[in-house]
């Protein structure tokens, strides 16, 4: 019987250990944006008194200060590593270049992590002002701010970019101008998801002619002229100019043919001897042809002709013996 009644006491005793009590902390459950539900930790700060949500989110704007609490008034978060390699303080910041998981809010604000990039995920966590995070908020009818970056358009000064100053300084007001006009044609094209950055192409322009390229999130590249940003014309992308590979693998054998001696007599390898590449953003395109041609002797000669094709220009080839 006392063994029996042993039994039944630890049996009681594991029991307790194993399903917990109504006091200890349990992980609340939240929804991911996928559509299954899944478990996991939140921080501390989201507390009972806040609203847990647990959305992601990209962020509206530059600069925006992370604090220890919900609320303008709490200390703004000391990025140490920053702090430690400029020797003055600095802040952890949020900008739309960083994408931001949700864990909870209180009172217009938002307790974040940032997940991209990933290296901020340790770092970057606290309160920000839940009108930075992206939520379909009406933003003041600039239909732009979701489509350009903050970044993208940053003001070229003296000090950070003194060869474009000294050279286009007389027309600086004009060309900051027309790197938005440029930034929002492309945005209206439907060709740019989002714009990255609005440049002015110094190796293209002059004074006198002003050239601008747009970097895209879609892998996307845009060149305009400061003619065709005044006219509003039609926006082409480098992909929508770019060789296909049937016509420069045909305007490549055309040039071989060009430069042999005896055009009748080259022999060139379109299967085997042949290689395609085109570049993700630029979409320059770089074709190389093995080649057989014969000299004045009637002998034939090895060759390898490389040729590049940059969006909507002329190709060029170089032409080299092959081992």
């Known amino acids: 019987m006392k063994q029996l009644f042993g039994i039944i006491v630890t049996l009681v005793v594991l029991g307790a250990i194993f399903s917990g009590?109504?006091?200890?902390?349990?992980?609340?459950?939240?929804t991911s944006q996928s559509s299954s539900p899944v478990s996991r930790s939140v921080p501390v700060a989201c507390d009972?008194?806040?609203?847990?949500?647990?959305?992601?989110?990209?962020?509206?704007?530059?600069?925006i200060n992370v604090r220890k609490g919900p609320g303008a008034s709490?200390?703004?978060?000391?990025?140490?590593?920053a702090t430690s390699f400029f020797e003055t303080t600095q802040y952890i910041s949020i900008d739309d270049s960083t994408t931001v998981f949700e864990e909870c809010t209180?009172?217009?604000?938002?307790?974040?992590?940032?997940?991209?990039?990933?290296w901020l995920q340790d770092s970057h966590r606290g309160w920000v002002a839940s009108k930075f995070l992206d939520k379909g908020q009406d933003i003041g009818g600039d239909k732009y701010a979701r489509k350009i970056s903050s970044s993208a358009l940053?003001?070229?000064?003296?000090?950070?970019?003194?060869?474009?100053?000294?050279?286009?300084?007389?027309?600086?007001?004009?060309i900051e101008s027309l790197r938005r006009k440029a930034a929002e044609m492309a945005v209206d094209s439907?060709?740019?998801?989002?714009?990255?950055?609005?440049?002015?192409?110094?190796?293209?322009?002059?004074?006198?002619?002003?050239?601008f390229w747009v970097d895209c999130r879609n892998m996307q590249r845009i060149y305009l002229d400061e003619f065709q940003i005044k006219k509003g014309s039609r926006?082409?992308?480098?992909?929508?100019?770019?060789?296909?590979?049937?016509?420069?693998?045909?305007?490549?054998?055309?040039?071989?043919?060009?430069?042999?001696?005896?055009?009748?007599?080259?022999?060139?390898?379109?299967i085997l001897g042949t290689s395609f590449y085109k570049a993700p953003i630029t979409h320059n395109v770089v074709l190389r042809m093995d080649f057989d041609a014969k000299n004045v002797f009637g002998t034939e000669i090895p060759?390898?002709?490389?040729?590049?094709?940059?969006?909507?220009?002329?190709?060029?080839?170089?032409?080299?013996?092959?081992?």
């Open 106 to 118: 209180k009172d217009g604000w938002s307790w974040i992590r940032v997940t991209d990039p990933d």
């Open 74 to 81: 709490y200390e703004k978060i000391i990025n140490q590593k």
């Open 303 to 323: 060759y390898t002709a490389t040729c590049y094709f940059k969006p909507g220009e002329v190709g060029a080839i170089d032409i080299q013996p092959r081992q």
């Open 21 to 30: 009590n109504d006091n200890a902390p349990k992980k609340q459950s939240v």
């Open 190 to 211: 439907g060709k740019c998801d989002y714009v990255l950055t609005s440049e002015l192409s110094d190796n293209k322009s002059s004074l006198n002619h002003l050239h």
């Open 48 to 63: 009972t008194s806040t609203v847990i949500t647990g959305k992601k989110y990209n962020v509206l704007g530059s600069g």
């Open 235 to 270: 926006v082409l992308s480098e992909e929508e100019k770019s060789w296909d590979k049937t016509s420069a693998r045909t305007a490549c054998q055309q040039a071989i043919k060009d430069r042999a001696l005896i055009p009748s007599e080259v022999e060139i390898h379109t």
């Open 154 to 174: 940053s003001p070229y000064t003296k000090k950070g970019y003194p060869k474009t100053i000294a050279k286009y300084g007389s027309r600086l007001s004009e």
